[in-house]
């Protein structure tokens, strides 16, 4: 089968021949190339890191939720209040990543609380 390729990368389409080809198109025969992805617009950026943020503020929540009914309780160990603290300041962290110089395109994400970072 033969293709028209778009020269910037971003799609083909089935022809017939090469006669069938247009100025903005390359003739291609065989499987043709995965199209380029378009980068995202500063608003799709922005969109996917406000959706990655809450989903990382659900987890957050998750793990907090037992830590501070251990604390209200006066029943957490000193290890429990210290991952509370942690988890507070790490969502913080999360909610202020729009106040980022390079936001949405260079985000530096906090390390999550308990794990390692290499």
């Given at each position: 089968?033969?293709?028209?390729?778009?020269?910037?990368?971003?799609?083909?389409?089935?022809?017939?021949?090469?006669?069938?080809?247009?100025?903005?198109?390359?003739?291609?025969?065989?499987?043709?190339?995965?199209?380029i992805?378009?980068?995202?617009?500063?608003?799709?950026?922005a969109?996917?890191?406000?959706?990655?943020?809450?989903?990382?503020?659900?987890?957050?929540?998750?793990?907090?939720?037992?830590?501070?009914?251990?604390?209200?309780?006066?029943?957490?160990?000193?290890?429990?209040?210290?991952?509370?603290?942690?988890?507070?300041?790490?969502?913080?962290?999360?909610?202020?990543?729009?106040?980022?110089?390079?936001?949405?395109?260079?985000?530096?994400?906090?390390?999550?609380?308990g794990?390692?970072?290499?």
């Amino acid at each position: 089968m033969s293709y028209a390729v778009r020269k910037d990368g971003q799609g083909f389409r089935a022809i017939d021949g090469p006669e069938d080809i247009e100025s903005h198109e390359t003739y291609y025969e065989g499987v043709p190339p995965t199209p380029i992805a378009l980068p995202l617009s500063a608003g799709e950026a922005a969109n996917r890191a406000r959706e990655a943020r809450e989903q990382l503020l659900s987890v957050a929540a998750n793990r907090m939720g037992p830590l501070q009914d251990a604390v209200e309780r006066n029943k957490a160990t000193p290890d429990e209040v210290r991952m509370l603290d942690m988890w507070k300041d790490y969502r913080i962290e999360l909610n202020r990543i729009e106040l980022q110089q390079g936001f949405p395109s260079s985000i530096v994400w906090p390390p999550v609380p308990g794990e390692q970072t290499p």
